[in-house]
């Protein structure tokens, strides 16, 4: 499932070719997705002009020329592939599920094999209370992502850290492979309760630092890298990811720790249905 640094990938590929450009067409080829499509989604995206392509969390937002925001959410297969007037396939496959025809003659496909991504249209005066976006926790790269903010949402929470940093409302974005990653590094262990890592009252903790810290280090790193290409993940331009080449605890159970320092083994367990790696000596 596309996570932040893919969902930022494939924004930064969109921004650079669709930016500016009018949506001359959309054929939507089935009457929707995980959810069906809004009622006058196409009449209010043809004609409308690309102006601004932003990300929320794991959403991809294209802000129109009349404030509207078409929202997507790439669910756990969802891509866009950008054509050129030039190399327009002769005819689309049967998981290409939305083609947008640009005015300069370019092709936008988004292809779902599985269809749990979905898409949205909505004023912009809707935004912040959307239900999409109403609940979400801070931005992991923004500045209001810091130690104090990360302390404040784990105060009395009793559910293990992993578990807690996958809650979008606690911080919006991450999921299972980055906060793998992120507590490894920060030498945290993904069963540490929450409420653990901040101090009485919320007070800033040494752990709450190198976890905030960490989080934006891998993030960036992720973004530099394309993502992570476990499967099917691909950027707009038919690149792969290759974080996964960087990954130091995800996917590596049975290997030896990637720490020098440390002797141990890592290890794989299950919490919430989804594969933890981490290594249990040098993760406390």
């Known amino acids: 499932m596309p996570e932040l640094p893919e969902v930022e990938t494939v924004r930064k590929g969109l921004a650079k070719q669709l930016l500016g450009g009018m949506i001359a067409h959309i054929e939507l080829r089935r009457e929707g997705l995980r959810f069906p499509f809004p ?12 102006e601004q392509i932003d990300r929320r969390a794991k959403y991809l937002q294209f802000r129109l020329d009349d404030t509207s925001i078409w929202l997507v959410h790439l669910g756990m297969t969802g891509k866009f592939t950008l054509y050129s007037q030039n190399d ?19 092709v936008s ?28 926790g801070c931005e992991p790269l923004s ?30 974005g991450l999921g299972n492979i980055y906060v793998c990653e992120i507590l490894f590094r920060a030498g945290v262990s993904p069963l540490r309760i929450s409420s653990s890592i901040a101090g009485k009252g919320a007070k800033v903790t040494k752990r709450a630092e190198l976890l905030v810290h960490e989080t934006k280090q891998v993030l960036i790193e992720a973004i ?22 960087s990954f130091r605890v995800y996917g590596r159970e049975g290997e030896a720790c990637h720490n020098s320092r440390c002797s141990g083994v890592v290890s794989r367990i299950s919490q919430g249905g989804r594969s933890t790696f981490y290594c249990a000596k040098c993760q406390r």
Not at 39 to 50: A, P, T, V
Not at 88 to 106: A, L, R
Request: net charge negative; charged share 35%.
């Open 39 to 50: 009622k006058d989604f196409k009449e209010g995206l043809e004609g409308r002009r690309i």
């Open 88 to 106: 327009i396939p002769e005819e689309y496959g049967k998981h290409d599920h939305v083609i947008v025809t640009m005015e300069d003659g370019g």
């Open 109 to 136: 496909v988004y292809t779902d094999h599985r269809r749990f991504g979905y898409m949205d249209l909505i004023a912009a005066d809707e935004e912040e209370n959307h239900r999409f976006f109403a609940n979400l």
């Open 143 to 172: 500045d209001d992502f810091d130690a104090k903010a990360l302390c404040k949402s784990l105060e009395g929470k009793k559910s293990p850290i992993k578990t807690a940093l996958l809650d979008q409302r606690v911080v919006a």
């Open 224 to 245: 530099e890298a394309g993502g992570s290409t476990i499967s099917d993940f691909a950027a707009v331009d038919g690149d792969l990811g290759y974080f996964a080449h």
